[in-house]
């Protein structure tokens, strides 16, 4: 079972020793706001607060943006120059649902492209 944004914040925050207040702080959001995000009765943040929560909590900001249900910015840029990028992602058969799956997916982009 994955955990939530607001349930993997919290055990992260915890983890690290600092408060709620703390990481408001420093994430630049408010204090009310970031424990109803912890108990999930608030959506998550924008991108630019994700990412300053988990700059503060030294915490990978890509897996909290995939958490929050958000792709991030630059790889949405990305797709959006890259035609090629979307047909590809597109074109392949299946659901890559794990590690393995998705090597695979990025060694045959390579290949690809050589």
Do not use: C, H
Not at 2 to 26: C, H, M, N, Y
Not at 43 to 48: G, I, L, Q, Y
Not at 74 to 101: H, K, W
Request: proline share 5%; net charge positive.
């Amino acid at each position: 079972m994955t955990s939530s944004f607001g349930r993997t914040i919290r055990d992260v925050r915890k983890q690290r020793g600092i408060s709620q207040k703390e990481l408001a702080e420093k994430a630049g959001i408010d204090f009310t706001y970031l424990s109803k995000i912890e108990n999930d009765r608030m959506a998550p943040p924008s991108e630019k607060a994700i990412r300053a929560m988990a700059e503060a909590l030294a915490t990978d900001p890509d897996e909290l943006l995939r958490l929050a249900g958000k792709v991030p910015s630059d790889l949405a840029e990305f797709l959006v120059r890259d035609p090629d990028a979307i047909r590809y992602l597109r074109s392949f058969q299946g659901n890559p649902s794990t590690r393995r799956e998705w090597t695979a997916l990025f060694l045959r982009r390579e290949t690809d492209r050589e």
